[in-house]
């Protein structure tokens, strides 16, 4: 999922560019140059929000503390039944 968001990013990161090259290179079509804002926007917004943290650091910790408490636990379980 990470990945993905990286991907997003690196996409509005280039119709950013795109868009600062086309307003400083001459005259500006202005659909055009609102075509590129809104791309950007259409990528970088789920970029941010993929990449936002959901919990707090705590919460996810005792969250990943747990899932790898019952991993363990289970692991135990199977090897004395064989």
């Known amino acids: 999922m990470r990945t993905f968001?990286?991907?997003f990013a690196?996409?509005?990161l280039a119709m950013l560019a795109m868009l600062v090259i086309?307003?400083?290179r001459g005259p500006v079509?202005?659909?055009i140059a609102t075509g590129l804002f809104i791309s950007f926007l259409s990528c970088a917004v789920p970029a941010l929000f993929l990449l936002k943290p959901f919990e707090s650091r705590e919460d996810f910790q005792r969250r990943r503390e747990a899932r790898d408490r019952r991993r363990k636990e289970s692991r135990d379980s199977e090897d004395q039944g064989s």
Request: glycine fraction near 0%; charge should be negative; hydrophobic fraction near 65%.
């Open 22 to 24: 086309y307003l400083v």
């Open 29 to 31: 079509d202005p659909l």
């Open 10 to 12: 690196l996409i509005a």
């Open 5 to 7: 968001s990286l991907l």
